[in-house]
């Protein structure tokens, strides 16, 4: 059975900080994986998604990295900005379905 | 390009009623599926569409039904509304099931039992 988790459960860190955020799931056979942000009330805003087959992705400021073989995630916040407060969630699809598997997601606080 | 859409935004219904809630995909994106979304438990899946057909099924009671209609648009129904059935409903679109496809979500059903 796939299990998900996130470490921190929460981050308070000061505005122009660079953070990492980990993701672990129990199965390696995974077809990609993903990050979400949700802002409070809000949907999922896609960030990243990473294929069983990359070891990296990058936009902006965010990098995500994956190594299958550990079973592990982590997503970078270069010089982090008040506007990234919020929730980050990763997720992979459950064998080759469109059902994901969320971990219990970060919730980020960047102060200025 | 239009995101998901999902109506209505907000709900607030006594507890025994039933509910519908509706999910527009992305233009061209036939693979549809839904989560409840509580403090307590997270994100939790309900059901996932592909072409009118119900692919998978969460650990839910048979009070949450859905469906796919033939444009892709989806409903979700719940029946006999309990307190507990508050939560944040999201809908997710991707373009075709499984294998990798990118995830798009709407900005979700937030439904309130009182």
């Known amino acids: 059975k796939q299990e998900v988790t996130q470490i921190p459960a929460a981050l308070s860190v ?3 900080e660079n953070l990492v955020l980990n993701c672990s799931f129990t199965d390696s056979a995974i077809y990609n994986l993903q990050w979400f942000r949700q802002d409070p009330g809000k949907g999922l805003t896609s960030l990243l998604l990473i294929q069983s087959s990359q070891r990296e992705q990058t936009s902006g400021r965010l990098n995500a990295s994956l190594d ?3 079973g592990r995630s982590t997503l970078y916040i270069a010089a982090s900005q008040p506007g990234d ?3 980050y969630l990763c997720a992979v699809p459950w064998e080759d379905t469109d059902k994901l598997i969320f971990g219990t997601g970060t919730r980020l606080q960047v102060f200025p | 390009k239009a995101g ?7 709900l607030i219904k006594t507890r025994g009623q039933q509910v519908t809630l509706s999910c527009s995909p992305i233009s061209g994106h036939r ?5 409840q979304q509580t ?5 939790q899946f309900l059901f996932e569409y592909f072409s009118e057909t119900q692919r998978n099924k969460g650990n839910f009671p048979g009070r949450f039904s859905g469906r796919q209609f033939s444009n ?8 006999t509304l309990e307190l507990g059935d508050s939560a944040l409903y999201l809908c997710a679109s991707s373009l075709r099931q499984g294998f990798g496809t990118e995830a798009f979500f709407g900005q979700g059903t937030r439904l309130t039992v009182v």
């Not at chain 2, 892709?72 to 029946?79: A, K, L, Y």
């Open chain 2, 72 to 79: 892709s648009r989806s409903e979700m129904n719940v029946s």
């Open chain 1, 85 to 87: 407060s919020a929730t």
């Open chain 2, 31 to 35: 693979s549809v599926s839904w989560y």
């Open chain 1, 68 to 70: 299958k073989s550990s």
């Open chain 1, 14 to 16: 000061p505005e122009g």
């Open chain 2, 4 to 10: 998901v859409t999902q109506t209505p935004r907000y």
């Open chain 2, 39 to 43: 403090p307590g438990q997270g994100l």
